[in-house]
């Protein structure tokens, strides 16, 4: 195998053509076996294969910088770059991450796994170098419809102006995650249909010199066109016309579905765990959802790239026409595009995964919030036991979104509560609404849950004791109940649940009578404790006697976590925080 002999890319210099291409075969059977195994990006990486080899074979990384968007089309570039046995050795399959790493190796420059941020940090890279005096080249990758992105454009439009090195190399596989759509995409089907002569050339109108690579997974025509770019002393776009899950015919067929991969059997495709699971709070929300755009045209569903995320499938999609509107990966004009809709008149709904909702930040507030528009935004994976890599943490939400003046920012703790609120959210006209939706196994409402939620900041106390109450925010609702139960075991104590529903507000009618009859008030969330809900509890009771104690996640960043150990650290188990009630108790 020549994979096995590639310890830096200096080794894959050693290599003839042929020899190259024989490569390109060894490390997508690798990528085939781990990614069947361990699940992972698939179909990006397949595609990117003859393009990384390329890269390695005419630029000196890391000397030169190579900057991937995303990341997830660096697997790779992983092999190339002395990772070559995390691809190789199943014992290893878990020793990189699926993203660029500088911890891992000096060839990785950032941990990236948000999307259309390379050009902007590549142009971060060439200028730094320009005003040290180095010579490196600079080369930012982008693909997997992440050239869509707001930032991709501000820092094409930016890096112009350097008058230095600094090559982009666009990977066009015609697909994001799933399709591509808007204007930009027409035109590079256009440059591609001419084979990069079309008048209208946007990257050459932006002042970029522009080459075109028709097949690019052929090695030998890339290495060519990177030679020819490499030391330019001006800005150079690369743009090179790939197939998303190249050499795995299942992959080749179903792009959407072979983005990312569950483990799965080689011979057929078919995911390795047959069982079909119960239904998830996503199911039912969509479900939900298509109920009510069917009924009224005015009910538009926003997602960004990740239709997945609704579980809305491509013939849902069909379906809906101009109901679901997909943007791209373009969370902030999402955002911004609903509070257009909520303006005249209609029922915007914006769906997406928690971490994406960090680049939204400035669109609630400003177009949103101050305008007070009835928009629903969808909150998923807001939660320790979501996405679990760096990137994609789901637990800095609530200091985020809470502390916006007019957001109402909903947690529901069952499928029921959260239907209601969806519902209710869609049907008022006086609130922006975020709902966090749970996480973990879909829970039942024990009993009937309100349908109206206007009056707000009203908490729901479900079982009446003494001593010490629990404001279990959420998906923690469940371990509330268990910290209860454990109360009542062990110490004795009938205590108070309460279920808070609204993050963003404080319940002060029901938190002033807790003083007549508790010592102790506990609160526990799905997040950081920075900034939190907790910390909205602790302020309201600073001046007076009662004690509070906080449950929640530690503010650091963490990366491939178990979350069950991650919970055993912060104390988040019932026996733990029965056994901490009942230290803060003996000292009251």
Not at 398 to 403: D, E, F, R, W
Not at 488 to 507: A, V
């Amino acid at each position: 195998m020549y994979l096995e002999t590639i310890y830096s890319p200096a080794d894959v210099k050693k290599l003839d053509m042929a020899q190259l291409r024989c490569l390109a075969a060894e490390m997508r059977e690798a990528l085939l076996q781990k990614i069947s195994v361990c699940g992972g990006h698939f179909g990006s990486n397949f595609g990117m294969i003859e393009a990384t080899i390329a890269l390695h074979y005419v630029f000196e990384s890391p000397q030169d910088k190579i900057v991937f968007d995303v990341s997830h089309q660096s697997y790779g570039h992983k092999m190339l770059t002395g990772r070559k046995d995390a691809y190789l050795d199943p014992a290893r399959y878990s020793s990189v991450s699926g993203y660029t790493c500088p911890a891992e190796s000096e060839h990785d420059f950032f941990n990236i796994g948000h999307t259309s941020t390379s050009i902007s940090l590549a142009c971060g890279l060439a200028k730094g170098r320009d005003a040290l005096g180095g010579r490196e080249n600079v080369i930012a990758v982008i693909g997997d419809g992440a050239l869509c992105g707001g930032e991709a454009w501000e820092g094409l439009n930016n890096a112009w102006e350097l008058h230095s090195n600094f090559i982009v190399v666009l990977n066009d596989n015609q697909i994001a995650i799933a399709d591509n759509h808007g204007g930009l995409y027409r035109h590079l089907q256009d440059l591609r249909d001419s084979d990069g002569k079309a008048e209208c050339n946007l990257f050459r109108a932006m002042g970029y010199e522009y080459l075109f690579v028709k097949d690019g997974n052929d090695v030998e025509a890339l290495v060519d066109a990177f030679t020819r770019v490499r030391d330019a002393d001006h800005a150079v776009l690369v743009h090179i016309c790939t197939v998303k899950g190249k050499g795995y015919a299942y992959a080749e067929a179903d792009k959407e579905d072979w983005h990312w991969k569950h483990p799965f059997h080689i011979e057929n495709g078919l995911s390795k765990s047959s069982r079909v699971g119960p239904p998830t709070y996503d199911d039912v929300g969509r479900d939900l959802l298509l109920e009510k755009m069917k009924n009224d045209p005015g009910v538009i569903t926003i997602v960004a790239g990740v239709p997945g995320a609704i579980r809305f499938t491509p013939q849902i999609r069909r379906q809906l026409g101009g109901q679901c509107v997909d943007v791209g990966v373009s969370e902030e004009h999402a955002v911004a595009m609903a509070a257009g809709i909520a303006r005249r008149g209609g029922k915007p709904v914006f769906v997406t995964d928690c971490s994406f909702f960090q680049r939204t930040f400035d669109q609630i507030s400003q177009e949103v919030c101050i305008n007070d528009l009835p928009v629903t935004l969808l909150v998923r994976n807001a939660s320790v036991l979501g996405m679990n890599d760096i990137t994609h943490l789901g637990i800095f939400d609530i200091p985020l979104l809470s502390n916006i003046p007019n957001l109402v920012y909903l947690a529901p703790t069952n499928k029921q509560e959260y239907l209601a609120m969806l519902d209710w959210s869609l049907e008022q006209t006086g609130h922006p609404v975020a709902i966090r939706i749970p996480k973990g196994a879909m829970r039942e409402a024990a009993g009937p849950v309100d349908s109206d939620y206007s009056v707000l900041d009203r908490y729901q106390m479900t079982a009446r004791g003494d001593q010490v109450a629990i404001l279990a925010l959420g998906t923690f609702y469940g371990l509330g109940e268990q910290i209860l139960a454990g109360l009542q075991q062990t110490l004795g104590i009938s205590g108070t649940l309460i279920n808070p529903r609204y993050i963003t507000g404080l319940d002060r009618e029901m938190l002033q009578e807790l003083q007549k009859d508790h010592k102790l008030v506990v609160t526990l969330e799905d997040g950081i404790l920075d900034g939190g809900f907790g910390e909205k509890i602790a302020r309201y009771y600073g001046s007076t006697g009662m004690r509070t104690m906080h449950f929640g996640l530690k503010k650091e960043f963490l990366d491939r976590y178990d979350a069950q150990e991650i919970l055993q650290a912060n104390h988040l188990t019932a026996s733990q925080a029965v056994q901490d009630i009942a230290a803060c108790l003996a000292t009251i």
